[in-house]
C-alpha cells in the first residue's frame, strides 16, 4: 500500500516548457487535489476532483489544467511554465472529502 | 471566505516541554472540521490530528492534544513531553462541510518549531 504517489520527485524547467506533474492513489479515494506550498503562504489548492470524471478550480488555478484519468490517477499540466510557477507541488487524496492523505511532494523550478 | 491565521512564525521548545501552538480562523459555517497537520524536512505532510466543529470534547492523539474554542475561532495545538521528532513546521488548517467550503482545505502560513535538547 504505497499511499499517494507523485511523479517526478525534482523538475527544472526553462520559461515556456510545458510538463505534466502526475500523481496516484491506491487507497481507492475519491477526491483527489493538487496543492502549491511557497514560502511563507502556507498550502494553496490549485484544482480539485471530488470525483472521477469531475474537476473544479480552486484558489490558484490560473497556468494549470488538470485531468482525473480515471479513479486512482490525477495528473497537473503546466502549459507554458513561468518563473512564479516555482514552487513545491503536493498531491492529496480523500475519501468523501474528509481527512487528506498527501504525497511526497514535487519540487519544480522554472528558469 | 475562510481564512486560517497562525500569528508564531517560529517557536522553541526545550525537549521533554510543553509548547502550544496558536491558530485562529474565521468562519460562516457552523460545521466544519479543523486539523493540525506536521511537515518534518522530509516535506512530506502529516496529519497530527483532527477535529469536527459539533464535538465540544477536545481531540487528543497520544502527546498532542487541542484547545478548541468555538465560540473564539480558535484552535491551538498542545504538544507534550516534546521530542527531537517534534521538530517540524506545524500547519493550522480548515475545511468547511457545505457550500462552497466543501473539499477545500484553507491553511494558515504554518509555525516552525524548534526542539532544544
Known amino acids: 500500500n504505497a499511499g499517494v504517489t507523485q511523479t517526478p520527485k525534482f523538475q527544472v524547467l526553462k520559461t515556456g516548457q510545458s510538463m505534466t506533474l502526475q500523481c496516484a492513489q491506491d487507497?481507492?479515494?475519491?477526491?483527489m487535489y493538487w496543492y502549491r506550498q511557497d514560502p511563507g503562504m502556507g498550502l494553496r489548492l490549485i484544482y480539485y476532483?471530488?470525483?472521477?470524471?469531475?474537476?473544479d478550480k480552486g484558489e490558484v488555478p490560473n497556468g494549470y489544467n488538470v485531468s482525473r484519468l480515471n479513479k486512482r490517477e490525477f495528473s497537473l499540466r503546466l502549459e507554458s511554465a513561468a518563473p512564479s510557477q516555482t514552487s513545491v507541488y503536493f498531491c492529496?487524496?480523500?475519501?468523501?472529502?474528509?481527512?487528506?492523505?498527501f504525497g511526497p511532494g514535487t519540487r519544480l523550478t522554472v528558469l | 471566505a475562510q481564512t486560517v491565521t497562525q500569528s508564531q512564525p517560529e517557536m522553541s521548545v526545550q525537549e521533554a516541554e510543553t509548547v502550544t501552538l496558536s491558530c485562529t480562523y474565521d468562519t460562516s459555517e457552523s460545521d466544519y472540521y479543523l486539523f493540525w497537520y506536521k511537515q518534518p524536512p522530509s516535506r512530506q505532510m502529516i496529519l497530527v490530528i483532527r477535529?469536527?466543529?459539533?464535538?465540544?470534547q477536545n481531540a487528543t492523539e497520544n502527546r498532542f492534544s487541542v484547545n478548541f474554542q468555538k465560540a473564539a475561532k480558535s484552535f491551538s495545538l498542545k504538544i507534550s513531553d516534546s521530542q527531537l521528532g517534534d521538530a517540524a513546521m506545524y500547519f493550522c488548517?480548515?475545511?468547511?462541510?457545505?457550500?462552497?467550503?466543501?473539499?477545500?482545505?484553507?491553511f494558515g502560513t504554518g509555525t516552525l518549531l524548534a526542539v532544544q535538547p
Open positions: 488548517a480548515f475545511e468547511g462541510l457545505y457550500g462552497g467550503a466543501t473539499n477545500k482545505l484553507i
Open positions: 492529496a487524496s480523500s475519501w468523501q472529502g474528509l481527512v487528506q492523505f
Open positions: 476532483s471530488a470525483s472521477e470524471g469531475t474537476t
Open positions: 477535529q469536527e466543529a459539533y464535538k465540544q
Open positions: 487507497m481507492n479515494h475519491n477526491s
